[in-house]
């Protein structure tokens, strides 16, 4: 059974920072794209940033550039999202997904492109 664990989430004042975390099980980790997403209330579920685990590639929204980064270990099965800079926009719940595949430009374009998904960790920034 597939699982995606987030942790990390909770309520920071704006220009603060949080690091997100997404702990992997139950399928091939290696060779893998997998990313982190946001969805605000009341609003639509956006790409925040993937890497694919096979290697070195990442990709991020280009609103987002600069103040997020991902990363992972492979050694923990774990993917990160280091958030800095945060601004009361970035409230929302940040869920953790894998494609199942590779990574390609345009990725965080679509949710369907993703198979399995976390429950979310919820980030609040306060003015």
């Known amino acids: 059974q597939v699982q995606l664990v987030e942790s990390g989430g909770g309520s920071v004042q704006a220009g603060g920072s949080l690091r997100l975390s997404c702990a992997a099980s139950?399928?091939?980790?290696?060779?893998?794209?997998m990313g982190w997403f946001r969805q605000a209330p009341g609003k639509e579920r956006e790409g925040v940033a993937a890497?694919?685990?096979?290697?070195?590639?990442?990709y991020y929204a280009d609103s987002l550039k600069g103040r997020f980064t991902i990363s992972r270990d492979n050694a923990k099965n774990a993917v990160y999202l280091q958030m800095n800079s945060l601004e009361p926009e970035d409230t929302a719940t940040y869920y953790c997904?894998?494609?199942?595949?590779?990574?390609?430009?345009?990725?965080?374009?679509?949710?369907?492109?993703?198979?399995?998904w976390g429950q979310g960790t919820q980030v609040t920034v306060s003015s």
């Open positions: 997904a894998a494609v199942g595949g590779y990574c390609y430009p345009g990725v965080l374009t679509s949710t369907d492109a993703f198979r399995y």
């Open positions: 139950g399928y091939t980790y290696s060779g893998n794209c």
């Open positions: 890497i694919y685990t096979g290697g070195a590639r990442t």
